[in-house]
């Protein structure tokens, strides 16, 4: 990939989501989508290394998903609902 490239990947990454550019609603960016997304706008192959090793030198990090749900605070929530359902009164 040519250093322009490069900066759009970058760029596309940070401000956009996939569903901004084309992949189906709900999908964070993985290297998968991301190894989709650089063949279908710079017709350039990676493999799933490839394109982690690119990532990385491009100064992102890989991260795996985590799930707070059970650490979640049933009366912050609560306060939460009831402070959500004060604003939709408002407008």
Known sequence: MTFEQEQQLS???VEKTPV????????NWTS?????WIKQEFDV?????GTRTLLYRLGFS???????????????QEAFK????GLKKIT
Do not use: W
Not at 20 to 27: E, R
Not at 45 to 49: A, G, Q
């Open 62 to 76: 890989h991260t795996r998903p985590t799930y707070t749900l059970a650490k979640a605070d049933p009366e912050k």
């Open 11 to 13: 760029k596309t990454i």
């Open 45 to 49: 192959r990676f493999s799933e290394k």
């Open 82 to 85: 009831q402070e959500l359902e």
């Open 32 to 36: 998968g989508l991301i190894n989709k």
């Open 20 to 27: 901004d550019v084309g992949f189906p609603a709900n999908m």
